[in-house]
């Protein structure tokens, strides 16, 4: 199998998308409480606070995390609970060029200025000013305007709504969301104890050259199922991004045993089986 070699990956990866997110600020990761891996590139890394992560890394925080904290310069906060999978800046999504996605866990959103939303499989909110907490799982969504607020889209319904402070949405399935006007308690119950309170940015306390990261090991088609198999406008600039993991046989086996479920790796496979992406 050749390895993709260093010109051609770059030729790859020189889509408009990724040269249109070069160009976005990146994000500061001020605070940590427990374990984090962010991707990239394709080179997945240990998290810590001090470093600076830009458009489409991916971050991964443990079970056992307490907090992650990201600020950017306009002064917006990204706050990720226990288990939480995210990209940052993935480019268009629904129409929309949204902070964060949102694949699964716990995310608070705080912005004093409109800004950009976020978007989840399952909705996609709009611009908007205030303390948006979102929560995504296997069995419905959640999203609590703990302050502020503004409209979203249920994705799979197919319906909009605006949400004021206080409300709360519960969206399953291909029904309409549920709007109360307090989150229902059990679900309070749930939420990250850190989201509970509101923590003063943390930016200014970090100066000069960005905390460099730690190599965690490469990476492994299982580590990165959960977004190869996401939706397509997510998914789209995998096949360049992580092309020179097509080195390793189990990656490139299970790519091509479940191609049906990314079938936008299919030219990438037949130029390596082909040999045309050269050592």
């Given amino acids: 199998?050749?390895?993709?070699?260093?010109?051609?990956?770059?030729?790859?990866?020189?889509?408009?998308?990724?040269?249109?997110?070069?160009?976005?600020?990146?994000?500061?990761?001020?605070?940590?409480?427990?374990?984090?891996?962010?991707?990239?590139?394709?080179?997945?890394?240990?998290?810590?606070?001090?470093?600076?992560?830009?458009?489409?890394?991916?971050?991964?925080?443990?079970?056992?995390?307490?907090?992650?904290r990201l600020e950017w310069p306009d002064g917006v906060l990204l706050d990720l609970g226990p288990a939480t999978r995210v990209m940052l800046q993935p480019g268009s999504v629904a129409g929309r060029a949204p902070l964060f996605y949102l694949l699964q866990g716990w995310a608070k959103q705080s912005q004093s200025k409109v800004a950009a939303g976020q978007a989840a499989a399952s909705f996609d909110v709009a611009p908007f000013a205030g303390v948006l907490v979102s929560h995504v799982d296997e069995s419905q969504s959640v999203l609590f305007a703990e302050a502020g607020g503004g409209p979203f889209m249920a994705r799979r319904a197919g319906t909009s709504a605006t949400l004021k402070g206080g409300d709360t949405a519960v969206l399953a399935g291909a029904t309409a969301p549920q709007i109360t006007a307090r989150p229902p308690t059990a679900w309070i119950q749930q939420m990250p104890r850190a989201f509970r309170e509101s923590l003063p940015p943390m930016?200014?306390?970090?100066?000069?050259?960005?905390?460099?990261?730690?190599?965690?090991?490469?990476?492994?088609?299982?580590?990165?199922?959960?977004?190869?198999?996401?939706?397509?406008?997510?998914?789209?600039?995998?096949?360049?991004?992580?092309?020179?993991?097509?080195?390793?046989?189990?990656?490139r086996d299970a790519v091509t045993s479940r191609l049906a479920q990314h079938p936008e790796w299919d030219a990438v496979l037949k130029q390596a089986r082909a040999g045309t992406i050269a050592r």
Avoid: C
């Fill in 1 to 68: 199998m050749a390895l993709p070699t260093l010109p051609a990956l770059l030729v790859l990866a020189a889509s408009p998308l990724n040269r249109a997110q070069a160009a976005e600020p990146a994000a500061l990761l001020t605070l940590l409480e427990g374990a984090a891996t962010v991707v990239i590139g394709s080179r997945a890394l240990a998290a810590a606070s001090g470093a600076r992560l830009g458009p489409g890394t991916l971050i991964e925080t443990e079970a056992s995390s307490a907090l992650l």
């Fill in 203 to 251: 930016a200014s306390k970090f100066k000069g050259p960005a905390q460099s990261l730690r190599p965690r090991a490469a990476l492994t088609y299982a580590a990165l199922q959960p977004w190869l198999v996401a939706e397509a406008a997510v998914r789209r600039d995998f096949p360049s991004r992580f092309a020179e993991l097509l080195s390793d046989r189990a990656f």
